[in-house]
């Protein structure tokens, strides 16, 4: 009987083990994918191109931003949104790859700062005012031929 209850408990915890295995393997894939950071998987729409982003709607969400992550892919971004239009200030704080910043108020591209290096010590700011920021890797812009009065939405 009690060897019984040993290979009982010997296959409860290689079961246990597994699913633990697999859940680890899953979230390294995720953090490698989007260089170390939480899939939000919100999707939005630059006139006819889909991005795929994680948005940023807290303080400490927009203050972390992408700082510290590897890098993101074509087409992924972080999306900040603001619940204030106004003109917000960002920094390039712990970044390992370049940026194109996207300024966006009521639905509309109002601002593109394009090429902004990692390396880059100064603040990055819109001309306008805007509700929602969106960093996408350097030349994302160009290469979509995203332009000012394009329509975004989520």
Same mark, same amino acid.
């Given at each position: 009987?009690l060897?019984?209850?040993?290979t009982?408990?010997?296959?409860?915890?290689?079961?246990?083990?597994?699913?633990?295995?697999?859940?680890l393997?899953?979230?390294?894939?995720?953090r490698?994918l989007?260089? @170390?950071?939480?899939? /939000?998987?919100?999707?939005?729409m630059?006139?006819?191109? *889909?991005l795929? &982003?994680?948005? #940023?709607?807290?303080?400490?969400?927009?203050?972390?931003?992408?700082?510290?992550?590897?890098?993101?892919?074509?087409?992924?971004?972080?999306?900040?949104?603001?619940?204030?239009?106004g003109?917000?200030?960002?920094?390039?704080?712990?970044?390992?790859?370049?940026?194109?910043?996207?300024?966006?108020?009521? @639905?509309?591209?109002v /601002?593109?700062?394009?090429?902004v290096?990692?390396?880059? *010590?100064?603040? &990055?700011?819109? #001309?306008?005012?805007?509700?929602?920021?969106?960093?996408?890797?350097?030349?994302?812009?160009?290469?979509?031929?995203?332009?000012?009065?394009?329509?975004?939405?989520?």
């Amino acid at each position: 009987m009690l060897e019984l209850e040993k290979t009982k408990f010997k296959l409860k915890d290689k079961i246990g083990m597994g699913i633990i295995l697999v859940a680890l393997g899953l979230f390294l894939v995720q953090r490698i994918l989007w260089g @170390g950071g939480v899939v /939000d998987g919100k999707e939005i729409m630059i006139d006819n191109v *889909k991005l795929n &982003v994680i948005v #940023a709607d807290n303080d400490e969400k927009r203050y972390q931003g992408l700082s510290g992550r590897s890098a993101l892919g074509d087409n992924q971004g972080m999306l900040f949104v603001h619940n204030v239009v106004g003109q917000y200030k960002y920094v390039m704080r712990d970044m390992n790859f370049d940026l194109d910043f996207i300024f966006i108020k009521d @639905g509309k591209i109002v /601002d593109i700062a394009k090429n902004v290096s990692k390396d880059f *010590k100064g603040i &990055v700011q819109g #001309a306008t005012d805007y509700d929602m920021v969106l960093e996408v890797p350097a030349g994302w812009v160009e290469r979509n031929g995203v332009e000012l009065g394009d329509s975004v939405s989520r």
